[in-house]
């Protein structure tokens, strides 16, 4: 796909990632979610190896594309 920022031909690949959660709420210690603050990408440790995030970067600006459908979120 070309990246929608500055129209280079992304790279496919995979975020190699442990625990893992995006969120509206800065969190400095745990990664457990309260009910104020919005989340997606919820992954939790990995059992033997790491996720695999499915994903696209860009190798002009860097910039990496998530679709977060799959996992985990209340953002409904
Ligand atoms: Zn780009």
Same mark, same amino acid.
């Given at each position: 796909?070309?990246?929608?920022?500055?129209?280079? %031909?992304? #790279?496919?690949?995979? #975020?190699?990632?442990?625990?893992?959660?995006?969120?509206? =709420?800065?969190? =400095?210690?745990? #990664?457990?979610?309260? /009910? /104020?603050? =919005?989340?997606?990408?919820?992954?939790?440790?990995?059992?033997?190896?790491?996720?695999?995030? %499915?994903?696209?970067?860009?190798?002009?600006?860097?910039?990496?594309?998530?679709?977060?459908?799959?996992?985990?979120?209340?953002?409904?």
């Amino acid at each position: 796909m070309k990246c929608p920022f500055c129209g280079a %031909e992304m #790279l496919h690949g995979y #975020l190699n990632c442990g625990t893992t959660l995006w969120s509206t =709420k800065k969190h =400095k210690i745990s #990664l457990l979610v309260d /009910k /104020k603050e =919005k989340y997606a990408l919820q992954l939790g440790p990995p059992a033997l190896c790491p996720h695999h995030v %499915e994903s696209d970067c860009c190798p002009k600006c860097k910039t990496i594309i998530i679709n977060g459908s799959d996992y985990d979120n209340n953002l409904d």
